[in-house]
């Protein structure tokens, strides 16, 4: 089992609204990171852990713990004229962006990135690393175990 943190910003997708989703579950749109792409097409599994990240928002930080509902398969966003995340290079038959459904299992009291950062054991966790921007990064197990007791349990 593996497990990731993923940034939503709240105004477009939030812990509330995947949770208020059918099953709790929502499509992660809209990644157009190829490092972020790869993770969920080579790297994620079906029930790997998901830090719920809120980003882009006057308080950051993770705000549930979800898991990966499905397989990785093609972003349909990419194809919409319509949508934010439109790619005219991308065709149905080559598509360059995917996406993981992503269930929420349950919301924690927000946990800020100045809480994060005054663990010790929390040091290297990437997200806290300064540059970094990727939507999608990979969580090492002592972490996971360590937000989770930050989380209550």
């Known amino acids: 089992m593996s497990y990731w943190l993923m940034k939503s910003e709240p105004d477009e997708c939030s812990v509330d609204d995947a949770l208020a989703a059918p099953q709790a579950t ?6 157009r990171n190829y490092q972020a792409r790869n993770f969920m097409r080579d790297a994620m599994r079906v029930g790997d852990g998901v830090l719920f990240y809120h980003s882009s928002c006057a308080e950051p930080g993770i705000a549930g713990i979800a898991r990966v509902a499905s397989a990785a398969r093609p972003d349909p966003t990419q194809f919409d004229p319509g949508s934010p995340y439109h790619d005219s290079a991308a065709k149905p038959q080559a598509p360059r962006w995917l996406l993981v459904d992503v269930q929420v299992v349950r919301k924690v009291p927000l946990i800020t990135l100045p809480v994060l950062r005054a ?16 939507s999608i990064t990979p969580v090492q197990p002592r972490h996971w175990d360590a937000i989770l007791k930050m989380a209550g349990g």
């Open 26 to 31: 929502v499509p992660w749109t809209g990644v």
């Open 119 to 134: 663990n010790p054991g929390l040091a290297d966790l990437l997200v806290l690393r300064k540059g970094n921007r990727l």
